[in-house]
């Protein structure tokens, strides 16, 4: 009994290291990954996604390496050159080269150290350079110039940098109000700068359509003054050749007269206008307008008296007396035309007036 119980405990064993040795043997590599194998401490080969064999104990898996895309964030501080400290983020995207994974494992003890230093030391030496605003505006030069440099010394590690981003600038807090404010009074001023410039064209464009419109009225008015000048000529002329050859001016201020008044009366505003309604207020306007034509008409004729005698008086400048020379032909005695008074012939219009005087003259 003892010796096939120890039998079938060896059997196990056995069996029990065979199945070990042969799970030992096989070595699963997930895809995007690279497995490390060493035998006895040295590097034998990489294995790549799949199933792989191995020599059971032996060798073994020393590490796993990610081929994914990776991504590192670093903060770097720095001062650009007119003395502002800004803190700059930065994301490195990177890879590690297939075929040269045991570049990437072997050669550098702390790969992420290693980029954090390349960034922060090309970062600070490319703001040093520039401005505050300059730096702003010089995200993609920054960034290029990190990728450049980490690609130019990390290639030979095996590891590939797809991408690196500079994601902000961020300068001291008070530093951003600053900012703020220089930016807000720009804005300001431009905005008063526009709408003192839309207020200046407003206005001059208000003096020219003035002066337009007071260049277009006066033209108008010119126009006005030129038709009624032709106007009152033609009438004249009508006038005379009506017969009508001595002051005709007058009956045509009369009918203007009347005229007028019946313009007011019918285009004018006014509401209330007064007008004599009775024989006497109409006798007292009959009279003013005949007393106007007769004191014309005497006007006239004394001054046609003056030109028969002659100037008798000599220039007042010259101060030495003259002799008076005789009066060649005495004239003619002419009695002025009478008219009947306003009680005889209230009836009388001012246009029989006119006609009667005109006739006897």
Not at 65 to 81: N, Y
Not at 178 to 198: D, G, K, P, Y
Not at 238 to 262: C, F, H, W
Request: glycine fraction near 6%.
């Amino acid at each position: 009994m003892s010796g096939a119980l120890i039998s079938l405990i060896v059997f196990a064993i056995v069996g029990i290291l065979i199945l070990l040795t042969i799970f030992d043997g096989f070595v699963i590599v997930r895809t995007r990954e690279a497995a490390i194998i060493e035998r006895l401490g040295k590097f034998q080969r990489v294995a790549h996604a799949g199933l792989n064999f191995k020599l059971p104990y032996a060798d073994r898996v020393r590490d796993r390496i990610s081929l994914q895309v990776q991504q590192l964030d670093v903060m770097v501080e720095t001062k650009t050159r007119d003395n502002v400290f800004v803190q700059i983020p930065v994301a490195v995207q990177y890879q590690v080269v297939e075929g040269r994974e045991r570049e990437a494992f072997y050669m550098l003890s702390n790969h992420e150290q290693q980029i954090v230093a390349y960034v922060q030391d090309n970062v600070r030496s490319s703001v040093a350079n520039m401005g505050l605003d300059e730096s702003f505006s010089s995200k993609d030069t920054i960034a290029h110039n990190v990728a450049e440099s980490l690609r130019d010394n990390m290639a030979e590690y095996g590891w590939n940098f797809v991408n690196t981003l500079v994601t902000d600038i961020r300068p001291d807090g008070r530093v951003r109000d600053s900012m703020n404010s220089i930016n807000a009074a720009q804005r300001e001023r431009e905005a008063a700068i526009a709408q003192a410039e839309a207020e200046k064209i407003r206005v001059v464009k208000e003096a020219e359509g003035a002066a337009e419109a007071r260049k277009l009225q006066g033209r108008g008015v010119a126009e006005q003054r030129k038709e009624i000048v032709e106007g009152i000529a033609a009438q004249y002329e009508i006038l005379r050749q009506a017969g009508v050859k001595e002051n005709p001016e007058t009956l045509m201020l009369v009918s203007q007269y009347l005229d007028a008044m019946v313009d007011v009366a019918s285009k004018s505003r006014t509401n209330v206008m007064y007008m004599p309604s009775n024989p006497q207020g109409m006798q007292d306007l009959f009279g003013g307008m005949r007393d106007a034509l007769l004191s014309t008409n005497a006007m006239n004729q004394s001054i046609d008296y003056g030109d028969d005698y002659g100037d008798d008086y000599g220039d007042k400048e010259d101060s030495k007396p003259r002799p008076a020379q005789p009066r060649q032909q005495q004239p003619e005695h002419r009695e002025l035309p009478t008219y009947p008074s306003e009680d005889e012939q209230p009836e009388q219009g001012i246009a029989q007036l006119v006609r009667k005087a005109l006739k006897e003259k």
